[in-house]
């Protein structure tokens, strides 16, 4: 997959494409209907995908809390297994966002980009202001000659299957709920860091892993699946997984700190990507390191027993 991060320099073999266009947060199932919808439509284009970086919602409220689902590496790595040749992560600016639908439509996609048809979700809004909708894309597709195909919004049980309906079975401590929405467990992706090693002291050594910028599921005890994405210890893992701000230690920056089982070596740097299977139980606070252990020790038979049926 080729990553194009400007629309005014594209080099010609990556015009042409068949591309949806959206932020792809999470990369859901009606992301990925709309990614299907695209690869029909183009025949032999190269399949595409227009995103943007910093998702808007950042651009527009910098100080608002986390919320998204994936960061651009973690899109990016799923984008590329559904089989996206073309991924236009483009800069979202003062420039860009002060586009008018016209001007989007025939700046970015026509000119700019040269896509030859485009997939769009019927919410779809676009433009300065976000005036432009779904009908007005398809009228300047018939005016500039790129083709626009609208697609119908994806249902997953009784209930839109979106963004937001994914945050809240995160938030509710459901990564089930999340991943049936999703087409794929929700994970986090990112390299290893630094920790204070109180679980290399406890017996149980982990791996801690910034969540800085995401939302955040809710706070507690998860079994996961762990890929070890480079270098030596390669592979695909089990482990058991703390979110949250370890309050028997005092006042901390949340993070993910994941035990995995069965394993031996340094990871410090290494990226990795964990799926939250199953949410156990909510952080709590021990009155000593005895009880903490041994309810560490409990979580992971919980957690090996739940993995077991995957």
């Known amino acids: ?104 439509a025939r700046d970015v996609i026509k000119d700019g980009l040269g896509l030859s048809h485009i997939v769009i979700g019927a919410d779809f809004c676009f433009g300065k202001g976000r005036v432009g909708t779904a009908e007005d894309l398809k009228k300047f597709g018939d005016e500039m000659g790129f083709g626009v195909s609208i697609a119908p919004l994806v249902k997953g049980g009784d209930q839109q299957v979106s963004s937001t309906a994914i945050r809240n079975a995160l938030s509710e401590g459901q990564p089930r709920d999340a991943a049936a929405m999703l087409g794929h467990w929700h994970r986090v992706d990112g390299p290893v860091i630094g920790g204070d090693q109180r679980g290399r002291d406890l017996g149980f050594p982990t791996a801690n892993m910034s969540i800085d910028g995401l939302h955040p599921p809710k706070f507690g005890v998860y079994a996961v699946l762990v890929d070890v994405l480079e270098g030596p210890h390669q592979g695909s893992y089990q482990g058991a997984a703390s979110v949250g701000v370890r309050p028997m230690f005092g006042v901390n920056k949340a ?18 990507s964990i799926a939250l299977v199953e949410f156990l139980r909510p952080e709590w606070k021990f009155d000593g390191l005895e009880e903490l252990i041994a309810q560490i020790d409990a979580d992971c038979a919980q957690c090996r027993t739940i993995l077991e049926d995957l």
Not at 53 to 64: I, L, N, S, T, W
Not at 256 to 265: C, L, M, N, V
């Open 1 to 104: 997959m080729r990553i194009i991060r400007d629309y005014q320099y594209v080099d010609t073999k990556d015009r042409g494409a068949s591309a949806v266009i959206g932020n792809f947060d999470g990369v859901h199932l009606g992301h990925q209907s709309v990614i299907d919808l695209a690869r029909e439509a183009g025949g032999n284009a190269p399949l595409g995908i227009v995103t943007f970086e910093p998702h808007p919602r950042e651009f527009f409220a910098p100080d608002a809390p986390p919320f998204r689902l994936s960061s651009s590496e973690t899109r990016a790595h799923r984008l590329e297994k559904l089989g996206v040749e073309r991924l236009y992560e483009l800069p979202f600016n003062a420039t860009l966002s002060a586009l008018s639908p016209e001007e989007f």
């Open 255 to 272: 993070n993910i700190e994941t035990f995995i089982f069965d394993f031996s070596g340094d990871l410090y740097g290494t990226e990795l």
